[in-house]
């Protein structure tokens, strides 16, 4: 089965734990390029605050990896 990720700062990912999400809290660039490669394969979707989608710019436009959302600001 399938996982969706949430990867971004603690205030706004932490909720989506209720959901059932696995939460990645991150903090800055690094922490978010950390918990992008520790997702486990089983991962489908990562839903990104805007923060950490920019510090995965370049892994994105890549194409590889999951598929990512971002959340609005």
């Known amino acids: 089965m399938?996982?969706?990720a949430v990867i971004?700062?603690?205030p706004t990912?932490?909720?989506f734990a209720l959901a059932g999400?696995?939460?990645c809290p991150a903090q800055d660039p690094a922490q978010v390029?950390?918990?992008?490669?520790a997702l486990p394969p089983s991962v489908a979707v990562v839903v990104l605050t805007p923060?950490?989608?920019e510090a995965l710019a370049d892994l994105r436009a890549s194409g590889t990896g999951p598929?990512?959302?971002v959340?609005?600001?």
């Open 71 to 73: 959340m609005p600001l």
């Open 13 to 15: 990912v932490v909720g």
């Open 21 to 23: 999400a696995l939460v």
């Open 51 to 53: 923060v950490a989608a």
């Open 8 to 10: 971004g700062e603690h």
């Open 33 to 37: 390029r950390a918990a992008w490669s």
């Open 2 to 4: 399938s996982e969706i």
């Open 67 to 69: 598929l990512t959302v």
